[in-house]
C-alpha cells in the first residue's frame, strides 16, 4: 500500500512540470487528496488539496492561478499542473492521501490532530532563475 510520486525535476523560471502520484493497494476514490512541498531548511507546508468529490479544491495563496490539483480515479492518480514556475517553488513535493480528512476551499485541510493515512515518498522540484 502505497502512494508514488513522480514528474519533479529541473525546470527553468516560467516554465512547466507536472507531478503525479499513483496510488497502489488501494483506491483514490474515497480518500481526501493533496500535496504539500518542504523547501531546504524550511517546515512542510500544504500546496493543495481535492476533496473527494472533486468539488472542493485548496491553494496557497503563493500559488493560485498557477497550480492546479486534479485526480483520475480510473487510473487511482493525483496530479499537480505547476505553471510559471518560481524559484521559489523549489522543494521536495509530497502527495497526501486520508479517508477521515475534508479539504475545504478556504482552509485547505485545516487543522488535524492526526497525520494522513499515507504520504508519498516526495518528489524534488528545483527551479532555476
Known amino acids: 500500500v502505497q502512494l508514488q510520486a513522480s514528474g519533479g525535476g529541473l525546470v527553468q523560471a516560467g516554465g512547466s512540470l507536472r507531478l503525479s502520484c499513483v496510488a497502489s493497494?488501494?483506491?483514490?476514490?474515497?480518500?481526501?487528496l493533496g500535496w504539500f512541498r518542504q523547501a531546504p531548511g524550511g517546515e512542510r507546508e500544504e500546496v493543495s488539496c481535492i476533496s473527494t468529490s472533486g468539488i472542493s479544491t485548496y491553494y496557497k495563496e503563493s500559488v493560485k492561478g498557477r497550480f492546479t490539483i486534479s485526480k483520475d480515479n480510473s487510473k487511482n492518480t493525483i496530479y499537480l499542473q505547476m505553471n510559471n514556475v518560481k524559484p521559489e517553488d523549489t522543494a521536495v513535493y509530497y502527495c497526501?492521501?486520508?479517508?477521515?480528512?475534508?479539504?475545504?476551499?478556504?482552509?485547505?485541510?485545516?487543522?488535524?490532530?492526526?497525520?494522513?493515512?499515507?504520504w508519498g515518498q516526495g518528489t524534488q522540484v528545483t527551479v532555476s532563475s
Open positions: 497526501v492521501a486520508d479517508s477521515m480528512f475534508i479539504c475545504t476551499s478556504v482552509q485547505g485541510f485545516g487543522p488535524r490532530t492526526a497525520d494522513f493515512d499515507y
Open positions: 493497494g488501494f483506491t483514490l476514490d474515497d480518500y481526501t
